[in-house]
T-cell receptor
Framework: NAGVTQTPKFQVLKTGQSMTLQCAQD?????MSWYRQDPGMGLRLIHY???????DQGEVPNGYNVSRSTTEDFPLRLLSAAPSQTSVYFC?????????????FGSGTRLTVV | DQQVKQNSPSLSVQEGRISILNCDYT??????FLWYKKYPAEGPTFLIS?????DKNEDGRFTVFLNKSAKHLSLHIVPSQPGDSAVYFC?????????????FGTGTQLKVEL
């Protein structure tokens, strides 16, 4: 049982490049989310999904796109990377609303935009 | 506007003593509160939670106290162990309808010394 798997673990991008951060879970969780962690800022919600085909914006969605075509996968796309997107990105999943079930987090992707 | 605040960035405690981590919130819509623990280069892991209808919840060495009138919660770890050294995040959510919208604090680095 792998839990929540994020790839890659590290990535360096040049400003303006695009890339996709992958997230997959094998727990049949309906709820999935993407957070970013910056020094002194805690974790901030980027986008979330409450099921396949359903996504919505979180607190800091600008510059990111998501889609949820399957229950298992929830990729995060950076369309045109900017230095402000340098951060550690965490994907998380849950059976239901996190107030009741909590999150299972992946181990993170450390992204540097130069 | 930081809706969940952890005002102590760090805390140092001797092994065997009590660790008390504090968290304040401003949004009266929050009904459910969670604590996560994070080791370096890993994702956060769920530790313990409490709903607003309770003022205390225990799980082994970990106890969370909630003072709803003061909008304050605390995590007590007794006795503290070296393996407890990590960053602890407080998070909050509406009980229902919150989807994945956990709001996190900025974290407290706990160091348990021998």
């Amino acid at each position: 049982n792998a839990g929540v798997t994020q790839t890659p673990k590290f990535q360096v991008l040049k400003t303006g490049q695009s890339m996709t951060l992958q997230c997959a879970q094998d727990m049949n969780h309906e709820y999935m989310s993407w957070y970013r962690q910056d020094p002194g800022m805690g974790l901030r919600l980027i986008h979330y999904s409450v099921g396949a085909g359903i996504t919505d914006q979180g607190e800091v969605p600008n510059g990111y796109n998501v889609s949820r075509s399957t229950t298992e996968d929830f990729p995060l796309r950076l369309l045109s990377a900017a230095p402000s997107q340098t951060s550690v990105y965490f994907c998380a999943s849950s059976w239901g609303e996190t107030a009741n079930y909590g999150y299972t987090f992946g181990s993170g992707t450390r992204l540097t935009v130069v | 506007d930081q809706q969940v605040k952890q005002n102590s960035p760090s805390l140092s405690v001797q092994e065997g003593r009590i660790s008390i981590l504090n968290c304040d919130y401003t949004n009266s819509m929050f009904d459910y509160f969670l604590w996560y623990k994070k080791y370096p280069a890993e994702g956060p892991t769920f530790l313990i939670s409490i709903s607003s209808i309770k003022d205390k919840n225990e799980d082994g060495r970990f106890t969370v106290f909630l003072n709803k009138s003061a909008k304050h919660l605390s995590l007590h770890i007794v006795p503290s162990q070296p393996g407890d050294s990590a960053v602890y995040f407080c998070a909050a959510s509406p009980l229902t309808g919150g989807g994945n919208k956990l709001t996190f604090g900025t974290g407290t680095q706990l160091k348990v010394e021998l």
